[in-house]
């Protein structure tokens, strides 16, 4: 292709053009440079006018960078599993729990494996209606799950992301190809829907999802959310592939973490071991720019409030019958996946501290739900837990046959779960590390607002960075004297200070719902093709998207400078963009 034939209008013309290579950065840095400091002496913003004006969706205010409303656009959502949306059954995992009411809500379509494998290539399911969303599945090659699913998702990934690189199992070529393999097969059912304006990826399942969607030339924009943390480059290190891994996130227009570390981590997990640089959040590489942002994940708080109270109604037997197993006036609650991230022994061990110097102190009410058992580092850890509880249990149990520790496996109705975290005086959340963890603010949510108690939380749950010290009491997950003197301060906290500590909780959880994450993120997701900030279209490549966007320069050999840069570009351009170019750049 003749490099020259590629005019502005052609550039315009796919979302994906959008997206820089490396050599024409360095052509568009001297326009940013320009625009920035023209930028900083308040002179109008041309590319946001602009961007006005092409804006796809209703009630964009022209250069406020706001938009007000949604647009009306078909959104798929993808992760590895879907939820079951039953009623009558638990959600039993953070996503699940997340992506169900977005999917209800929005209309959106959710893609994910359907637990049955196939022979041979991957089989779509008839699409199921579900609120006003629908559900389609996916059977998956059979020939690559367990090395995709149990091997380099759930024994590699899994613990890296968690910086438990101890957990990790040997490096498996074959389970990495098994991995892309799966991704691939994600990507060609994908391609078989029809219509789709935008995409959302969900998880460290399908890091390349999004790679192999472009490889299919669907340009729509594509955005990948991880509910898990990112570690730092040492740890990364450590994952087998972890550079095609990171290359591979960078198809993605928008790459969502739940916190600000994370974010930071994957951005200099991109300096040091790729070498490459980001402004603002954004990164650069050979296949265009990705915009990397921080989503907390919520909850509905307001829902569970009103499922407590109804509890203590509808479920008063269920919890008056742990309540008279329990050998003391004070109970704390645990609510985990048995997965040994949620760091459930340490607060076992915990409680044994304090029962040993304050016997009668406390009683626990463990829900445990089973997890990936066929795993042997989650059956091991399933089994270390049961013996735990049995050895608390034998120590501090009074001789009328109560015990400190009540031991459930999960597959509560929500509403009923929700009952119990009303009754618990304390919420413990120890885990050892955590992307945000809904049970802490799921806890929170389900006191009452006159006599609440209180939250212990692990220091490396996401929802720390949320849920601050003036708010929960903050632990040490490694250390049971820690955990336990917290558990201890908490039992003992006066109540105007629960109280205050409580208040603070919920609004912060108020001010950003799940509901609120959903729809930010769809919000943010849709610009991506041309509503950034108008400091970053100097990156895009092509200088600037039209003439009303061609930066103001200082002076007319600046101006012919970045001219000639341009010009002197070869561009590498899609087949799709190709085809539509027109004209030349003159
Ligand atoms: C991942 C990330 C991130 C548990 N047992 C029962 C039950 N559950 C529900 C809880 C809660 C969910 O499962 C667990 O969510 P978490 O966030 O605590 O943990 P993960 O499953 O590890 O979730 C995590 C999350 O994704 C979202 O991004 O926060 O960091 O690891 O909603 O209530 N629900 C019912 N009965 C049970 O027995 N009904």
């Given at each position: ?7 502005f ?15 024409q950065l360095k052509v568009n840095q001297a326009a940013f440079e320009a625009h920035l400091s023209e930028a900083a002496q308040g002179r109008p913003r041309q590319a946001d006018i602009e ?12 250069g ?215 402004r603002s ?251 950034l900030p108008a400091d970053h279209f100097r990156y895009l490549g092509f200088g600037w998207l039209n003439e009303a966007q061609v930066p103001m320069y200082a002076t007319v050999e600046e101006l012919n400078v970045a001219v000639k840069h341009v010009q002197d570009t ?15 750049l003159d």
């Amino acid at each position: 292709m003749d490099p020259s034939s590629v005019s502005f209008a052609a550039a315009t013309a796919s979302p994906r053009t959008s997206r820089a290579r490396p050599e024409q950065l360095k052509v568009n840095q001297a326009a940013f440079e320009a625009h920035l400091s023209e930028a900083a002496q308040g002179r109008p913003r041309q590319a946001d006018i602009e961007l006005s004006r092409h804006s796809v969706f209703a009630g964009h205010e022209a250069g406020s960078g706001m938009v007000a409303q949604q647009p009306d656009m078909q959104l798929i959502l993808v992760s590895n599993r879907v939820s079951s949306f039953d009623a009558g059954k638990p959600k039993t995992g953070g996503l699940a729990a997340a992506l169900e009411p977005a999917v209800e809500r929005s209309g959106a379509v959710w893609m994910g494996a359907s637990g049955t494998l196939s022979d041979g290539s991957e089989q779509l399911t008839p699409l199921e209606q579900h609120g006003k969303g629908q559900v389609v599945k996916v059977d998956l090659p059979a020939a690559h799950y367990a090395g995709f699913y149990h091997g380099y998702s759930n024994s590699t990934l899994w613990p890296a992301l968690h910086s438990l690189t101890e957990r990790m199992s040997p490096e498996s070529e074959e389970h990495y190809n098994s991995y892309c393999e799966i991704n691939r097969a994600m990507a060609r059912a994908l391609s078989r829907l029809r219509k789709r304006d935008a995409i959302w990826v969900h998880d460290y399942h399908l890091l390349s999802l999004g790679k192999e969607l472009r490889e299919l030339t669907i340009e729509q924009p594509i955005g990948f959310f991880l509910h898990t943390p990112w570690p730092n480059p040492d740890v990364i290190e450590r994952v087998p592939h972890h550079l095609n891994l990171m290359q591979s996130m960078l198809a993605y227009d928008l790459v969502g973490f739940q916190t600000r570390r994370d974010l930071n981590n994957f951005l200099r997990c991109l300096q040091v071991h790729l070498g490459m640089e980001s402004r603002s959040d954004v990164v650069i590489s050979e296949q265009g720019l990705t915009r990397c942002q921080v989503f907390p994940i919520g909850i509905d708080p307001q829902q569970f409030a009103e499922y407590a109270v109804e509890s203590l109604v509808e479920y008063r037997q269920e919890i008056s019958s742990i309540q008279d197993k329990l050998n003391c006036t004070k109970l704390a609650i645990g609510v985990d996946r048995l997965d040994y991230t949620k760091g459930i022994d340490n607060r076992i061990k915990a409680l044994d501290l304090l029962l040993t110097n304050k016997p009668h102190s406390i009683s626990l009410l463990q829900i445990g739900t089973s997890s990936r058992a066929d795993i042997p580092a989650y059956s091991e850890y399933q089994r270390d837990i049961a013996s735990l509880v049995e050895d608390v249990n034998r120590k501090h149990g009074s001789d009328d046959g109560c015990e400190p520790i009540t031991y459930r496996k999960g597959h509560f109705p929500q509403v009923e779960l929700a009952g119990h975290y009303r009754t618990a005086d304390v919420g413990v959340v120890t885990l050892l590390r955590d992307g945000m963890n809904l049970v802490a603010k799921e806890y929170v949510a389900a006191q009452d607002p006159n006599d609440p108690g209180v939250l212990v939380l692990s220091k490396f749950a996401g929802a720390a960075e949320e849920l601050n010290e003036n708010m929960a009491l903050h632990v040490d997950p490694t250390s049971p004297d820690d955990i336990a003197a917290a558990i201890s301060a908490a039992i003992e906290m006066p109540r105007e200070e629960r109280i205050e500590r409580y208040r603070a909780m919920i609004n912060t959880l108020e001010a950003y719902t799940i509901h609120d994450w959903s729809k930010e993120f769809v919000r943010e997701l849709y610009p991506s093709r041309g509503a950034l900030p108008a400091d970053h279209f100097r990156y895009l490549g092509f200088g600037w998207l039209n003439e009303a966007q061609v930066p103001m320069y200082a002076t007319v050999e600046e101006l012919n400078v970045a001219v000639k840069h341009v010009q002197d570009t070869r561009w590498i351009l899609p087949e799709s963009a190709a085809g539509r170019s027109r004209g030349g750049l003159d």
